[in-house]
């Protein structure tokens, strides 16, 4: 399972903020990736923003990734909003690479 989460954690890091040229992995959009002994995969994921235009095409994009994860039998999204994300939920790498 845990070579499950890291494969799944790096088929998320493929996808980019339209508007950030950050990975939402790393600008700290996952709050959470858990799998269950049947590879069901939960995720808990948030947006910079509840107008942000992507707010329909982000979550549906990260669930489809994932499904495509070898092993993954399922895959529960839920998009938070608390906490809200803000600048400090992103890595050190995201904030070294948009100068922050």
């Known amino acids: ?3 499950l989460k ?3 954690i790096e088929e ?3 996808i980019f903020d339209p508007e950030i040229p950050v990975n939402i992995y790393e600008l700290g959009l996952i709050y959470k990736v858990e799998v269950d002994k049947n590879n069901k995969v939960y995720i808990e994921m948030t947006l ?3 107008n942000c ?3 329909e095409s982000l979550p549906k994009d990260v669930k489809d990734n994932t499904m495509n994860v070898e092993g993954v039998s399922d ?3 839920k998009l938070v909003w608390d906490p809200p ?3 400090d939920k992103m890595s050190e790498a995201a904030k070294l690479e ?3």
């Open 12 to 14: 998320i890091k493929k």
């Open 48 to 50: 910079t923003s509840p």
């Open 53 to 55: 235009p992507v707010a």
């Open 75 to 77: 895959v529960d999204l």
């Open 1 to 3: 399972m845990i070579d």
């Open 98 to 100: 948009l100068n922050l």
């Open 85 to 87: 994300w803000d600048k």
């Open 6 to 8: 890291k494969n799944v």
